[in-house]
């Protein structure tokens, strides 16, 4: 040490580096034996190095790992007999040079392939379980199959989740896997696109292996944009199951992941449980992933019944505009309006906030309904009074004016803050009538077939109106300059020879209205 007149000083310390890190363990996710005929006896001794796949350390070379059974790292050696036979779990632990330890779970199938051991060890055992799905709720009607040299039983569960095999030959190696194919749609919301694209786009990460393997919508061992246009597709209805006929994927409640960041190899190996009989009834129970469901947390309890939020919309000339009277910061949304008449052109769909692109991949139009699923993980604000969706009307069909927000379909916002859901209700604009027309009556003249329509207009303007027959087609349109006060459109019976039904649209730039009409 040196101060600023150059007097210096030193003083020798002892300086000592230790390996604090712990290896990394990299085990097989279980393993199989059978018990052979020793000197000392039916048995098979298993050392715990044979669960190695690929382990490290950072000092230590690989040669130089020990594995044990326990705490113990001289515990090295297990030795196992007939009152083994079955599924055992077991921990193994990795050291290094330094004593530095990693202790993973994992599990070892006992067999008796060759019989040996006595026969009060022969017979039938019943193997059961229960399946739940991540929120313990239990799972009905779930396929579950076990296979025993390629002889295969399947069982469905109960409403309370279980199932049952009832005399099963004991001391044999069986495989155990479910599956379901049922209701795709359940807990999957636009929400979850929102947390996948965001974990896509580095925004937010996703710690819960089971999260990971939901958002692996298709399966493929990676989570993609293709994963997020199968959901979407999904929730709009242009599809109704994935491609690979599985709605829950599943695993053994008790399996413990080694690399919970990277799941996918891991389930990809234990989706199908592998297990001894043995010799007493056994239980095996499973965890069900819902493929799609990733946002659990606003399907926990934590959206409440009273979280919704209102969308207001206005009727025009060309259609229907829904907008929100409040600013908002969303993330997405999704909404299926149903309409009486086959009358919106989707081409024509419009937004003064999202972009044509993104706009039309997120619509789908079938018959009388129109569903929206939009996602934009970064934030999109709703302005004021701006168009979050226009509507457009083919009005050859009277009963455009008519809709409403489908009852069974979720009709949610997310909002920017914490991703919560909100129940979208919508709200039609409370617009005084002082600009445009209002309809006082209708006069029949039964003798010679005319009709007189008469209007209260507000003040000048040009008033429109057009007579449509009963199949769409547009019989005659006329449009005339009103003064304010009383107006009468004057029908005439030789412009609608055709007796029927027939709808009288009239319009002005301020509002409109649909007369339903019978001519004789």
Known sequence: VEDSCGNQSNKCVALTIRDAKSPSAALMSG???????????????????????????????????????????????????????????????????????TAVQTYIVIGDESNLCPNTLTGTINLSGIIRDQNNNLLSDVTVAIDCNGKKIEANTSQFGSFAFNSIPKNNVYSLNAKSSEDYLHQVTTSDIVKIQKYILGIQDIKNPYELIAADVDLNGSISSRDISDLRKLILGSISEFSHKKSFVFIDEKYKFNNPSQPFSEFAKNSTCTMQSGTTDQQVNFLGIKLGDVQRSTKLGIRNAIDKIALQYRKTNNG?????????????????????GLCFIKEGIQSELINEANLQESIFLQHNSLKICFV?????????????????????????????????????LINKLNSQEFEIQLEEENIKVDKGFTVLGIQSDPFHGNMNIRLQLFNDQQISYSAISNS???????????????????????????????????????????????TF
């Not at 006896?41 to 790992?65: E, R, T």
Request: hydrophobic share 35%; net charge negative; proline share 2%.
């Open 31 to 101: 393993i199989s034996t059978s018990l052979t005929q020793m000197s000392n006896g039916i048995m098979v001794m298993v050392n715990a190095s044979i669960f190695n796949v690929s382990s490290s350390d950072n000092c230590s070379a690989a040669s130089q790992l020990i594995y044990s059974f326990s705490s113990n790292p001289n515990d090295t050696i297990r030795t196992y007999t007939c009152d083994s036979v079955g599924r055992r779990n077991v921990t193994i632990y990795v050291w290094d040079e330094a004593g530095n330890s």
């Open 320 to 340: 229907i505009e829904i907008y929100s009277s409040e600013e908002m910061d969303i993330e997405g949304f999704q909404m299926e309006f149903l309409f009486d």
């Open 376 to 412: 934009n993980a970064k934030g999109l604000r709703i302005e004021k009074n701006k168009t979050l969706l226009f509507i457009p009307f083919q009005y050859n069909d009277p009963q455009c004016a008519i809709f409403r927000l489908s009852s069974t379909f979720s009709n949610i």
């Open 472 to 518: 769409g087609k547009i019989v005659f349109r006329k449009t005339k300059e009103g003064k304010q006060g009383i107006y009468d459109i004057h029908l005439q019976r030789e412009e609608i020879p055709i007796a029927g039904v027939y709808f009288i649209h009239i319009e002005s730039k301020f509002n409109n209205d649909i007369i339903k009409l019978n």
